[in-house]
């Protein structure tokens, strides 16, 4: 019986998986750098290389929260198009500008697990998807979500799945999960949002809703803040413990001349 093999490439906490069949050949460089899949790592840098069976999904990024740490792992074909860093349970992920329909596609990450000093920022110039498959994560020094993209962000709260978010008390962050670009709420799973510092959810675009339940439990300002508009489609939206608008659609124009408030607690 034949398993097919995935080549395990380690930095730290983020690791690249690289199935057997897709790596090719693998260049090192003066003996300090190695090439695999167009990412190139310094050798001095790896903590270990190891070979297992386990499976690889292309364009998929997972995260794993575990209380003060935090352990990234990148499918091997978008290994080259995104940077990593990891301090302690503080995730970063930059999207290189090479990211489009001629090159990889979409790129999904995939968040799990628990953290009470935890975050995910992702920064990028392309369309994404953050799946929540049971994230329980606090940040009490800014935003736990901190999605600066301006396109297209759909947030995927997974089938039976609980999700809380909380920011810090005190900070920046014009919310507790916070989206350059369009925001879009999906799924079948329930989302729980305590905003600390300001608005529960912040989008510099738009904000939809399908299918998922969201509790804004509490924001020292709105539930919701949204610079185009608010759709909801299906699902759930409770707004509590705010003290300004439940929902807040700013529509800006050059002017600035209209600011409307969608839905009051």
């Known amino acids: 019986m034949a398993y097919a093999q995935t080549l395990n490439v380690q930095v730290g906490n983020v690791t690249y998986a690289i199935p057997s069949a897709q790596a090719s050949d693998m260049t090192y460089q003066n003996g300090t750098s190695l090439t695999v899949m167009g990412k190139t ?18 364009n998929m990024v997972s995260v794993e929260y575990s209380g003060d740490e935090a352990t990234v792992t990148i499918a091997g074909n978008v290994a080259r198009y995104v940077d990593a860093s990891v301090e302690g349970a503080h995730v970063s992920l930059k999207q290189s500008a090479e990211v489009g329909d001629e090159t990889c596609g979409e790129i999904t990450y995939s968040l799990s697990g628990t953290s009470t000093d935890g ?13 929540l498959r049971g994230l329980t994560l606090t940040n009490p020094s800014g935003a736990p979500l901190n999605i600066q993209d301006g396109k297209r962000i759909e947030l995927s709260v997974k089938k039976d799945t609980e999700n809380t978010l909380t920011d810090a008390l005190s900070g920046s962050q014009k919310g507790c999960l916070v989206s350059k670009g369009h925001l879009e709420l999906k799924g079948k799973g329930t989302l729980n949002i305590y905003g600390n510092t300001a608005h529960g959810i912040y989008a510099k675009e738009y904000v939809s809703l399908k299918n998922c339940t969201v509790n804004v439990l509490s924001a020292v300002k709105d539930g919701v803040n949204c ?9 759930t939206l409770s707004v509590g413990g705010v003290a300004d608008d439940g929902v807040q659609v700013s529509y800006k124009d050059d002017t600035d001349w209209l600011k409307t408030p969608v839905l009051s607690p």
Do not use: C
């Open 227 to 235: 610079n185009q508009y608010f759709l909801m489609e299906s699902g």
């Open 41 to 58: 790592l310094q050798v001095a840098d790896i903590t270990r290389m190891y070979v297992d069976n386990s499976s690889v999904t292309d």
């Open 119 to 131: 975050e995910f920022y992702m920064e990028g110039a392309y369309k994404a998807t953050v799946e």
